[in-house]
Each structure stands twice: as C-alpha cells, then as structure tokens.
C-alpha cells in the first residue's frame, strides 16, 4: 500500500492485496510443510532460501517455523503501520525481545536498560540474559544524558526501553535515550507494546528496532499470543562495533552488511535465530492478530479515552490515594505524552487506594464488570496487582525501580462503554 493511506486505513487494508480470483481475506494456511512435484523443485526452493541474497525475492515456503502465508500477512501488514524496512512475526512478545537482544549482543558485551520494565522483561534481564554473559546495566528512566553514558562500556552494544513502562507509565525520553544511542553509536531498540504504532512511530524519535507483544493491543481480543520484531533500516551496522554483521556468520556464513544492505539486522534474524531457535508463530495466532490489526485505530481511541476518563473520575473520588495516567494534565509524565503520543496515552492506568492493599483487594473482589486479570491490552477492562504478580519476582527495591509500589494497581481499560465501567468502579469503591 502507498504510504500517503492513513493509519486507519492501512490498519484495516495493508498486508495483503489479493489477485483476481484469490481470498478477499488473508485466509490461514494451517499446514506445517508445503509440496512440491519434484526434489529438483524443492532443492531450488531450499538453494534460493539459503541464498540469502534472494530469501526476500521469496524462494517459495520450505516449512511453517521458517515461513508462512498467513505469517507474511501479518509481517507485511506490521511494516505498513509501524514503518522500516522489515517485520519479523514470533510467538510470543517476551521471544521476540530475546531475539532483539541476541541478534545483537554477544557473551561478553553489555547493555543499558530503562529499568521501568514489564516484569517479564525485566527478569530477563536481571537473571537470564546475564547466564548468557551479556551484562545489563539498568538505568532510571530521569537519569541524564551523562548518567546514562557513564554506565556505558567500550562493550555496550544496544540501549532498551519501553515507549510507556509497564506499569510504571513513563513515557520514554526518545531525545535523551537515542541522543545517547548516536553518541555511543549503538542501536536503540523500543518495546511499542503499550502505545502501539497508532500512537507513535518510534522510527520517527531515532529509535531503530521496535518490538511488540503482539498479544496485547494488536490482538485486542486476548486469544493469541505474538510477538513482533520491525527492523527500522536506519542504523550502520558496518560501523566497527558489530563484527557478526561485517565477517561471514551464522549456518550460510553470510556477510549480512553486504548481502542485506539495509535489512542487514533483520536477514541475520531471520537466517539465524528464526530458522534455529524456532520460536516461530502459529498461522491461526497470526490470522487472528491480523484480524485485531483491522480495528487497532478504532480501540485505540477508544481505550485512551475510557482510560483518561476512568483517571479523572478516581482522581475526584475520595477513596482514592492517587491516580497515574500520562495524559492527566497534572501527571508527570503529561509533557512527554502530549510531545511524543497521537491524541492518547493508551488504556493502562494505575492507582493507590487509601488503606492500601487490603482496600484494594476489596475493591478488585467487588468489580463486576471489569475481572483480575494478569494480561492487558484487551477489548474487556481488567484490574490486577502487580506486586504479587507480573512483578512477583522482584525485590521491592527492584519493583520500585520498575515503578511498581506494594499498593499500586494497575488498570487495562477496556472499550465497553465509559459510563458502565465507571459505575462499576463506583458501586465496588462503595464496599471498601
Ligand atoms: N513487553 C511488554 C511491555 C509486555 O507488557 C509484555 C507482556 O505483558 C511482554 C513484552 C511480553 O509479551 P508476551 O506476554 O506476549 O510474551
């Protein structure tokens, strides 16, 4: 699709143009392995696939866990909304960020990480990665420019964050993180799971891989897991600090600068970790997350505007500690969120309850509409305590460093109609 199509339209459209005769609908082709007549046709199938150079000009499909359909769809589709040059479909969000990190750094290098984290991310980080010999050095997301170079090495190879923390809610300083990045001439990589490509293009602030967990907004409908790797095109991997991009590498012994130009990260991801780790993506996942991608505009105003409307009423209710969401006019974050996010910051939204825990595990038990529920992102609103949950591996030092407070809970405002899920809030609040 041209790109002069807005987002709405290239959500609902892009991806896919069927022929005459083909499916209107990028249709799930659920099968494993593909035919072919003759082992000469397969062997040329399997040569082009292995002849990198050619991989993208598309030597057919050998198997599913390298290549798929209904896959490409959903990649092709990720490329329209959230821009760069490739998109690589995995299954699940938490693979799809050890594949950004290992496609990039070896044992013995080291990282710099917003330490305002989704949970999961963060204990990647704080106890597998390092098994790996990759050191991670967490940063505070208002640390300086300067603070955050002096946790830089001669060794450090990508800096990491979120576009809005997971629950922390910070909006991420794209001007001060890439501005290290291009001092350190290093690529910086954003997790866009929150904000999605309807409220930001990370591209645009100097980022230069994005991931998404696929499983939450771009589904919408909390039934698949995903995750999704888009590769921006935009960072010089021949610059002396990455040698596995410049020397021949991997089963085709691929000199990937030279053969991907550009797309260099993501054929080294693609011949390497997608054919070999195999964390690849169900064709139904892929189908259906496709389909979430179709109205992905529509909810997301819809989530941004019940979440806004949700904070304001908990901020006048007198129950109520303390509200965050970043486009509440007086929240910290409200001048990064109004300079970087489309109209919206999302449907995350988090608060204290006065009395703490025990307040709000009354409050949580007596919602009706909304349900505890650990995952986000869906068109239902759920609630759930992260402290006890997806930060439970933490130290409470270390889930205040991720933002997370023993009393903090945290909303994923959903899309039913504003004035219900406030009166649900309303008559649950009445018990506590
Ligand atoms: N990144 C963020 C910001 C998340 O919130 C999550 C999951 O909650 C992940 C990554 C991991 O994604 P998945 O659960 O699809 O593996």
Redesign the pocket.
Known sequence: MSEKFKIGTRAVQGGYSPKSGDPRVASIVQSTSYKYDTFDEVANVAAVSADVTALNKQGGYLYTRVGNPTVTALEKKYVELQGGVEAIATA????A?VYSIINIANSGDQIIANSN??G??YNLFNTIIPKLGINVSFVDPTASEEEILEAATENTKLIFG?TIG?PGLNVLDFDKFSSVAKKLDIPFIV?N??ATPYLINPFEYGANIV?H????YSDGHAVS???IIIDGGNFNWANGKFPDYTTPTGPYNVIFVNEFGKRAFSGKLRTNLVEEFGAAPAPFNAFLTNMGLETLHLRMERHSYNALNLAKYLSNHPKIQWVRYPYLEWDPEYERAEKYLNGGASGILTFGVKGGIEAAKTLGENLKLASIVV??GDVRTYVIHPAST?HLALSEEQQREAGVTPELIRVSVGIEDIEDIIADFQQALDRV
């Open positions: 699940s969000g938490q693979s960020v984290l989704y999961g991310t979120e997971n997790d799971t929150i991931v967990s696929t499983t939450k897991l995903g995750g995952n986000l997806t």
